[in-house]
């Protein structure tokens, strides 16, 4: 069993910084590759970023590369979303997610939640204009 907490969310002006953080419980955390997902008031969650386990390949959605930073620290189960240049279409509830199925690839990745093997609750993120 892996338990995910997120954490870091807020109210930040167009243009400004925050990072998430999430939290992992369990020893195994390194066996899993993380994702951020998001989900905007009315829409469907969407896929963010991911990393694979050993923190060797990163992925973003096109809407956030060069913007969006993911990143992890193995030894301190927890794993990072370092978002810049917010603009308010990025307002949404931002979740972390664990998947062993992706460990190592992410790009088999087919859209599909139940490819994710755990889900946090949520942080909400809000940017302003």
């Known amino acids: 069993q892996v338990q995910l907490v997120e954490s870091g969310g807020g109210l930040v002006q167009a243009g400004g910084s925050l990072r998430l953080s999430c939290a992992a419980s369990g020893r195994t955390f390194s066996r899993y590759a993380m994702g951020w997902f998001r989900q905007a008031p009315g829409k469907e969650r969407e896929f963010v970023t991911a990393i694979t386990r050993e923190g060797a390949r990163t992925y973003y959605v096109d809407s956030v590369k060069g913007r969006f930073t993911i990143s992890r620290d193995n030894a301190k189960n927890m794993v990072y979303l370092q978002m810049n240049s917010l603009k308010p279409e990025d307002t949404a509830v931002y979740y972390c997610?664990?998947?062993?199925?992706?460990?190592?690839?992410?790009?088999?990745?087919?859209?599909?939640?139940?490819?994710?093997?755990?889900w946090g609750k949520g942080t909400l993120v809000t940017v302003s204009s």
């Open positions: 997610a664990a998947t062993i199925k992706l460990a190592s690839d992410w790009s088999r990745y087919t859209g599909s939640s139940s490819m994710m093997d755990y």
